[in-house]
């Protein structure tokens, strides 16, 4: 028998082997995870002997990851702004950066939202956030895939923010009423090209659903000029439209802005200090 700590151990070894980062905390992640122990109870259990049912929940859990399946799926759920959200193939996993864009959204409204769109909501994470945020303001989430959509509605039962949000499966605004008017517009589309896409990790471009990461066009501004485009119609007087970007795409987002009639674009950077948001005010 082996102990917890040798365990871990040789998971480390395997993960470093398939040239996985961070392969020692992915190796105590997924071994608490399959023992239903948080990391510190790990420590605290180092010499404990693991029994034949205990390794056989481990295993199948360290071989998807040694496939390179992300981590987050593996474990089935991340964090995103103090929510703790289910993911699965169906969606792409949220990203610090997001966290970040609903940081610089709360900090751009002068005042308080009382409608919001969360255009290719995915997950739910923006869109979940925001109504977490801004308790009085109806939030509308939409996306044109069904498995995601259904996935995010899942996430809204498990904050109990389900009461919360109206949900609408619509390839952006196709499906929302010609009327209806938002203090704040907000979405992480997809912006990379084909080409980008198919040099991310292979945790990106094997799992993750490629319509989320990948946009048409030479230079993956499709659907973020459909965007724009309809959000300029879209807002209320005074109203903001909040997205995330590639880094070389923001002086073309900026004069579309220009043209199509906002009154104030800002692009503001990620952690990285690199181009990362577009922030434009009708």
């Known amino acids: 028998?082996?102990?917890?700590?040798?365990?871990?151990?040789?998971?480390?070894?395997?993960?470093?082997?398939?040239?996985?980062?961070?392969?020692?905390?992915?190796?105590?992640?997924?071994?608490?995870?399959?023992?239903?122990?948080?990391?510190?109870?790990?420590?605290?259990?180092?010499?404990?002997?693991?029994?034949?049912?205990?390794?056989?929940?481990?295993?199948?859990?360290?071989?998807?990851?040694?496939?390179?399946?992300?981590?987050?799926?593996?474990?089935?759920?991340?964090?995103?702004?103090?929510?703790?959200?289910?993911?699965?193939?169906?969606?792409?996993?949220?990203?610090?950066?997001?966290?970040?864009l609903v940081e610089r959204v709360i900090a751009a409204c002068a005042t308080l939202p009382v409608t919001i769109l969360d255009l290719g909501t995915g997950t739910g994470a923006i869109a979940l956030a925001l109504a977490q945020q801004f308790a009085d303001a109806r939030v509308t989430a939409v996306d044109r895939s069904e498995q995601a959509l259904a996935l995010a509605k899942e996430n809204g039962e498990r904050c109990g923010l389900s009461e919360r949000v109206r949900w609408l499966e619509s390839d952006w605004f196709s499906a929302i009423p010609a009327e209806d008017r938002y203090d704040l517009i907000v979405s992480n589309p997809p912006y990379l090209t084909a080409e980008e896409t198919a040099e991310t990790a292979p945790e990106v471009r094997e799992f993750e659903p490629v319509s989320a990461l990948t946009s048409g066009g030479a230079d993956g501004l499709d659907d973020l000029r459909t965007i724009f485009t309809g959000a300029v119609t879209r807002l209320t007087?005074?109203?903001?439209?909040?997205?995330?970007?590639?880094?070389?795409?923001?002086?073309?987002?900026?004069?579309?802005?220009?043209?199509?009639?906002?009154?104030?674009?800002?692009?503001?950077?990620?952690?990285?200090?690199?181009?990362?948001?577009?922030?434009?005010?009708?």
């Open 1 to 100: 028998m082996l102990s917890l700590l040798e365990i871990i151990k040789k998971t480390t070894d395997f993960f470093a082997a398939k040239n996985i980062e961070s392969a020692r905390l992915n190796s105590e992640l997924i071994v608490g995870h399959a023992l239903g122990l948080k990391r510190m109870e790990l420590y605290l259990q180092f010499e404990r002997l693991l029994t034949e049912p205990e390794l056989e929940k481990i295993r199948p859990l360290v071989r998807r990851r040694a496939q390179r399946e992300p981590l987050q799926y593996v474990l089935g759920e991340t964090d995103f702004c103090g929510l703790k959200l289910k993911v699965d193939r169906r969606a792409l996993i949220p990203r610090p950066e997001t966290e970040l």
């Open 237 to 282: 007087s005074g109203g903001v439209l909040a997205v995330e970007t590639g880094i070389a795409q923001h002086a073309a987002l900026r004069a579309l802005a220009e043209e199509l009639g906002f009154t104030r674009v800002e692009s503001q950077q990620d952690l990285t200090e690199r181009d990362r948001f577009v922030i434009a005010w009708r």
